[in-house]
């Protein structure tokens, strides 16, 4: 069995998939091809936000908009402290400070409460400026938008949604991609909307930001790219990814109905045994990942070695709270503790999880993790 079956999805759309690839390479336009433009534009209409700009990779994304927003020195950004590592890598790398959040016991999400007070603490007993939170959309269940915005007011502050796990999901009618002042997605492989390699988006209604974003990911161009007025980056999107995406977009609605029907299977058959994905009810997710905690960390080691001995994979996202990697230390603000993040490092179990799941694999792996957990 594989964790994520790329092959399946590949083998059910090969030849819109092969098509599209095969008019790239005869048209030899590799880079800034028609189709990129074409995605952006489509991207932009899915998600119902007025600009959206691609590049290379979900990480490039997030530094992008920390860079149009020019947060830098003497800037305090906000991140969840349970996310994979870009969204907080992407802080210092703008020369800000991070500062790590608690997460929700429930649906992994940043915990509002913990927000609250980490946001006082940096404002009234440190020298650092308040400017951006980050908020992930984590396995691709849309974060609390209300109350991150309520803070985010409150506080003068800007609102980045990492919508890299969940492109597609829905929060209160509203598309993913759509909730933050800017948002950003990536294309990895094996995000809900993947490519053949790496690729991103970066998202916004707003004019001036949009221009700065398309500015900044071609080396800082004026009216062209030799005409240099920022110091940039060089992220964009290559032709053949956009062509790839353009043809999974025909049927990424029907993927994302047929992983919440996974998500269904396996939440029927594991919820008395295991502390199952908490879905809020005006919300739909993605379905990135498909992660449920144990009871403790050897109950966990039991279950994946149980997995294994039947041929099933699984994965820990994530091992590590973002505060205690070495990257981050002695360069970050300790506001607040994230002992919810602690525990669920050690207990958090990602099941194999994809749109073309047959039910007598999900079985197989709801009888692999019930025999485990006794
Ligand atoms: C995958 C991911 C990213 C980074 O995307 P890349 O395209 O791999 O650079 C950022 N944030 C989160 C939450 C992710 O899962």
């Known amino acids: 069995m594989e964790f994520r079956d790329l092959k399946r999805q590949y083998q059910a759309h090969r030849q819109a998939i092969d098509d599209a690839m095969q008019e790239v ?45 020019k947060i830098g020195e003497g800037d305090a950004v906000f991140v969840p402290d349970f996310t994979f590592f870009s969204s907080g ?38 020298a650092y400026q308040p400017k951006a939170i980050v908020a992930v959309d984590l396995f691709g269940q849309p974060a609390e938008y209300d109350r991150i915005r309520a803070i985010a007011d409150r506080y003068d502050m800007l609102v980045l949604e990492d919508a890299a796990q969940s ?6 009618e509203k598309r993913t991609c759509s909730l933050g002042d800017i948002s950003t997605t990536s294309f990895f492989p094996s995000k809900p909307l993947g490519c053949y390699g790496d690729g991103g988006a970066v998202f916004t209604d707003n004019d ?13 161009k004026g009216g062209d790219k030799y005409d240099n007025i920022r110091i940039g980056m ?10 790839v995406l353009l043809a999974k977009m025909d049927f990424l609605e029907e993927e994302l109905t047929a992983c919440a029907r996974v998500a269904d299977r396996y939440t029927a058959r594991l919820k008395d045994a295991v502390q199952t994905p908490h879905i809020l009810e005006d919300r739909y997710s993605a379905w990135a990942q498909y992660v449920v905690c144990l009871k403790d960390n050897e109950e966990r ?38 002992a ?35």
Not at 38 to 59: D, M, P, S, W, Y
Request: hydrophobic letters at 45%; charged letters at 20%.
């Open 25 to 69: 390479i005869r048209g030899t336009h590799f880079i800034g091809g028609p189709q990129v433009g074409q995605l952006e534009e489509r991207l932009a209409a899915f998600a119902g936000v007025k600009h959206c700009i691609a590049c290379g990779n979900g990480t490039d994304a997030l530094q992008l908009a920390l860079m149009a927003w």
């Open 89 to 126: 890598e992407v802080v210092p790398l703008v020369g800000a400070v991070p500062v790590f959040v608690d997460v929700d016991p429930l649906t992994y999400n940043i915990d509002c409460n913990s927000l609250e007070k980490a946001v006082e603490f940096v404002a009234q007993r440190t």
């Open 167 to 172: 492109f597609g999901g829905l929060w209160k």
């Open 208 to 220: 001036v930001w949009a221009e700065r974003l398309r500015s900044l990911h071609v080396h800082g």
């Open 234 to 243: 060089n992220s964009r999107l290559d032709t053949l990814q956009a062509a």
């Open 301 to 338: 080691n039991r279950t994946i070695a149980c997995m294994k001995e039947a041929g099933i994979p699984s994965a820990v996202y994530y091992k590590k709270p973002m505060h205690l990697q070495t990257a981050f230390s002695g360069k970050q603000i300790e506001a607040v503790s994230c």
């Open 340 to 374: 919810v993040t602690e525990g669920i490092c050690k207990k958090c179990l990602a099941l194999p999880f994809h749109p073309y799941m047959e039910d007598a694999e999900i079985d197989a792996v709801c009888e692999s993790v019930k025999k485990a957990v006794g």
